[in-house]
Every structure is written in structure tokens, then in C-alpha cells.
């Protein structure tokens, strides 16, 4: 049973550049979320796909775009990058319709993104 | 909006000794849910425990135990009998409960403690 994929796992851009990160959610799982967590602190919710749509979104600026697939996976795509988009990117994953009993989200490794 | 507030940046103990790590919280909501995760130097964010706010009965998962305290609005997480294994950094967060579970999802992490077990 696949748990949650990110691919990749490290990634060097430079300021301005814009990029993409992937995730494949938890076998049976329709929901992904993706949190950014910058060095030594806590992940900070960017926004949440459900049904190829955008349910729920974070304080991040609309350089920060997302997209989920048929097949549930999931993108995050950020245009003009700044020094201050280094970070490790999470993606979670979880079934919606558990939501009412609040099943944990499954969290991947994470994508480590740098900007020079 | 809701904040997460975690005193303790750094944590030390000794392998089999108990540690508490602290949480406090502030919202205006009254129906939500608290959550421990560990994350490991391996990254992978592991939830440890979790509590539903309408339960005054405190959740224990094996060694680990919380103490809930809904009016003043605090979480702790105690770790018993610690072992090697249990280093890791350690958030509080926090997911409100939604009509129709539309806020679903939407966690609210702390700064973090990062704990040592020490041999």
C-alpha cells in the first residue's frame, strides 16, 4: 500500500524561476493538501484540493497555484520565485468523505526547495 | 483566525524518563481538534495523538497522553517511558470542525519543540 509520494525530493531554483512539485496522494485518498514549512518551524496551510477543485485556501499570495488530476494527484506551481519560498513543501493526503470522523492525514516526505 | 503557540523550542531527557511538552492555543471556535505530530529527521510528519474538543476524557495512545484543558485553552503532550526512537521534533496543531466539514484538512501547526532522548 503506496503511502504519499512527492517527487522530487530536492530542488535548486533561482529567484524568478517558477516551479513545479508533485504529489501522489495515499492509495485510496481524494483529498490532497499542501503545507509550506520553512527551516525550524511549522508547516503554514497553502491550500487544499478536492474534486479537481480548490476548497480551502491559505494566506499565500496568488503566485502559489495548484492543480489535482483525475487520478487525484496533485501539483504546486509557484511563479516568480522569492528567497523566501525556500522551504520544505508537504503534501497530505486524506478521503473526504472520512472528514466527519477526522482520520488523520497521511503526510509524504516532502519536496526540500532552495532559491539561490 | 486560530494561532498555536508552543513555549519550548528545545527539550532534553533521559531514555525511560517521562517529558511534557507544552501547548496552548486561541480560537473562538468551540468545536475543533488537536493533533500531535513528530516529525523525525526523515521529514515524514507522524501524528502521535489526537483529541476531539468535545471530549472531556483526555486520548492516550500507549506512552503518550495529553492533558486537555478546553478553558484555558491547553494541550500538553506526555511522553512516557521515552526512548532513542522518540527524538524528534514535535508539533501542536490545531483543525477547526466545520459545517459540512468544509474546514476540513486546514491544519494549524505550532513553531515546533524539538525533543532529545538522551541514553
Known amino acids: 500500500d503506496a503511502g504519499v509520494t512527492q517527487s522530487p525530493t530536492h530542488l535548486i531554483k533561482t529567484r524568478g524561476q517558477q516551479v513545479t512539485l508533485r504529489c501522489s496522494p495515499k492509495s485510496g485518498h481524494d483529498t490532497v493538501s499542501w503545507y509550506q514549512q520553512a527551516l525550524g518551524q511549522g508547516p503554514q496551510f497553502i491550500f487544499q484540493y478536492y474534486e479537481e477543485e480548490e476548497r480551502q485556501r491559505g494566506n499565500f499570495p496568488d503566485r502559489f497555484s495548484g492543480h489535482q488530476f483525475p487520478n487525484y494527484s496533485s501539483e504546486l506551481n509557484v511563479n516568480a520565485l522569492l528567497l523566501g519560498d525556500s522551504a520544505l513543501y508537504l503534501c497530505a493526503s486524506s478521503l473526504f468523505r472520512d472528514r466527519v470522523r477526522t482520520q488523520p492525514q497521511h503526510f509524504g516526505d516532502g519536496t526540500r526547495l532552495s532559491i539561490l | 483566525a486560530q494561532t498555536v503557540t508552543q513555549s519550548q523550542p528545545e527539550m532534553s531527557v533521559q531514555e525511560a524518563e517521562t517529558v511534557t511538552l507544552s501547548c496552548t492555543y486561541d480560537?473562538?471556535?468551540?468545536?475543533?481538534?488537536l493533533f500531535w505530530y513528530k516529525q523525525p529527521p526523515s521529514r515524514q510528519m507522524i501524528l502521535v495523538i489526537r483529541?476531539?474538543?468535545?471530549?472531556?476524557q483526555n486520548a492516550t495512545e500507549n506512552r503518550f497522553s495529553v492533558n486537555f484543558q478546553k478553558a484555558a485553552k491547553s494541550f500538553s503532550l506526555k511522553i512516557s517511558d521515552s526512548q532513542l526512537g522518540d527524538t524528534a521534533m514535535y508539533f501542536c496543531a490545531f483543525m477547526k470542525q466545520g459545517a459540512g466539514g468544509t474546514s476540513y484538512g486546514k491544519l494549524t501547526f505550532g513553531q515546533g519543540t524539538i525533543l532529545t532522548v538522551h541514553p
Open positions: 480560537t473562538s471556535e468551540n468545536n475543533y481538534y
Open positions: 483529541q476531539e474538543a468535545y471530549k472531556q
